[in-house]
């Protein structure tokens, strides 16, 4: 198996951030989530593999987003993820750990501008619909 030489050595085998990554991808499309974007962090930053931003139209809307992707990630990984932001849902944070993911209504994804900050001066990668 080829690893790149910026990727950092982990005790878990590599599918499992992939795996989680795709989970959390499939399931914002599965609840159309709006403009989603995932940016690559190995290599970059020791705090995930990969971060998703997504917007969702509604306060409720990012709520039910947050809840049905933490249940999915405990289903299928046995983790509970950490969730910051729940009872307002303007901006959810969802630590995964292999995967941080914003959930946003537009007005405030569009105020903190996460992509732009953490795109490492690369286009951040739209998740393919």
């Not at 982990?10 to 995932?38: F, K, M, R, W």
Request: charge should be negative; aromatic fraction near 6%; hydrophobic fraction near 45%.
């Amino acid at each position: 198996m080829a690893t790149s030489p910026n990727a950092t050595s982990a005790s878990e085998p590599p599918q499992g951030g992939d795996a989680l990554h795709a989970l959390v991808l499939a399931s914002l499309d599965d609840d159309q989530a709006v403009e989603t974007v995932s940016i690559p962090l190995a290599g970059k930053s020791s705090i995930a593999d990969h971060m998703v931003i997504a917007s969702g139209r509604s306060t409720r809307q990012v709520a039910s987003m947050a809840a049905k992707l933490a249940e999915k990630i405990k289903a299928k990984f046995g983790q509970t993820p950490r969730i910051e932001g729940l009872p307002t849902a303007d901006w959810v944070l969802i630590d995964a750990g292999d995967v941080i993911v914003h959930l946003f209504r537009p007005e405030v994804r569009s105020f903190y501008n996460l992509e732009r900050m953490w795109s490492f001066g690369e286009t951040p990668d739209a998740a393919s619909a």
